[in-house]
């Protein structure tokens, strides 16, 4: 198609309780989101950055920027562009990832609507449900807090329990929260790179806890370390940080660093790379699941139609709306026994409500060709 304009627009998202993991306590999300408009379509994208370079090296005023200044300009000036072909039109600029995936998501978004197609169904989805796990963050009042919480998620009804951890806050917790709840819950843990390779005597002690996977225990660059770890744990190794491609999801599986995969649509630089990725995962037998930036109905759309694919065969964390948010920017995403229904409408199947989008819009730029 080709774009007439690209909007980008920025929303205020508190969140309905904060949210700590070993990078830090977020509070709200400071939201970026993508318009774009053309032949007749729009279509909407998120990025997922946070408000600073924790997670990555990406965040979002600076994301905001490269898509103003050199994302956006070679798409307006390619003229007509399938999604398919974003990639390839963005390849001069290097990294920002998530930047370009909200672009990418965008155009596809709107060839989609334009089309009258679904997303989960124009990739091969194979379910029109999702089920859906939770990721818990380090409460402030520790494990009496933690345990309340995992309570209030599993009477929700969601079907796995991630739990964050960090160095000081990881076997007690842990432990409490099997024997509170028994073996039969699904649980895993989340590390967020908080560990180096002499944590490894305290990182083996979860083996004894029957847990689904430890996610990302070392710095994304320590693949090596991943495989050494693996090799004395018993428990399976999930990646995410260091998965920032097809190509590196591949070398780490062959490096024996990654066990499970961690798919998430940003982070890999667009929904059509995380589909690749997923074959990657499906050709080397490799489970995966979706995992989560704290999106809006708008990137959840897109993740629970990843999440619809074969090759994810684990919950993610495809939570519901109200996990996160008192009002999200779409119709909302609900839990139904354990699952979330795949939006089986034109495009990603969501867009923003407008009287919402009124009232918690902070910017906007218009971009044209």
């Known amino acids: 198609m080709r774009i007439e304009t690209v909007e980008l627009v920025r929303v205020a998202m508190p969140l309905v309780a904060p949210f700590r993991t070993s990078f830090g306590v977020q509070h709200s999300r400071d939201v970026l989101l993508v318009r774009v408009v053309g032949d007749d379509a729009e279509g909407w994208g998120e990025c997922t950055t946070p408000d600073a370079p924790i997670y990555s090296s990406e965040y979002t005023d600076g994301a905001a920027a490269v898509l103003r200044d050199h994302l956006v300009p070679r798409l307006l000036a390619a ?57 818990v963050g380090i409460p402030e009042g520790g494990v ?40 039969t819950v699904a649980l895993s843990v989340d590390a967020n790179t908080a560990y180096r390779l002499d944590d490894t005597p305290q990182l ?47 070398d780490a599986i062959t ?67 109200d996990r996160y948010w008192a009002t999200d920017l779409t119709e909302p995403f609900v839990l139904r026994g354990g699952h979330l229904l795949v939006p089986d409408g034109a495009g990603i199947g969501v867009a923003p409500l407008p009287d919402v989008l009124a009232e918690i819009e902070t910017g906007r730029e218009v971009l044209r060709a």
């Open 204 to 250: 083996v002690q979860l083996d004894a806890f029957e847990l689904s996977y430890v996610e990302q225990p070392f710095p994304p660059d320590h693949l090596m370390d991943h495989a050494r770890l693996a090799d004395v744990l018993t428990t399976p190794i999930c990646l995410d940080e260091s998965l920032v491609s097809p190509t590196a999801t591949a």
């Open 79 to 135: 003229g007509e562009v399938a999604a398919p072909e974003v990639g390839s039109v963005l390849g001069s600029v290097r990294g920002h990832r998530m930047a370009k995936a909200a672009l990418e998501l965008a155009l596809l978004d709107a060839e989609l609507r334009a089309a009258g197609s679904d997303l989960a169904a124009s990739f091969g989805a194979v379910r029109d449900r999702v089920p859906a796990g939770v990721s």
């Open 255 to 321: 490096a024996g660093a990654c066990e499970i995969a961690n798919l998430k649509i940003g982070r890999l630089g667009g929904f059509l790379a995380a589909v690749a990725t997923h074959d990657v995962c499906v050709e080397r037998g490799v489970p995966a699941w979706v995992g989560g930036m704290l999106e809006t109905g708008i990137g959840r759309a897109a993740n629970v139609a990843l999440a619809a694919l074969a090759g994810v065969t684990l919950p993610g964390d495809t939570s519901a709306s």
């Open 144 to 183: 009496p807090e933690l345990l309340d919480v995992v309570a209030g998620h599993l009477d929700e009804g969601y079907l796995r329990v991630k739990l964050k951890i960090e160095p000081g806050f990881d076997l007690e917790p842990v432990a409490a929260v099997r024997e509170r709840f028994g073996e």
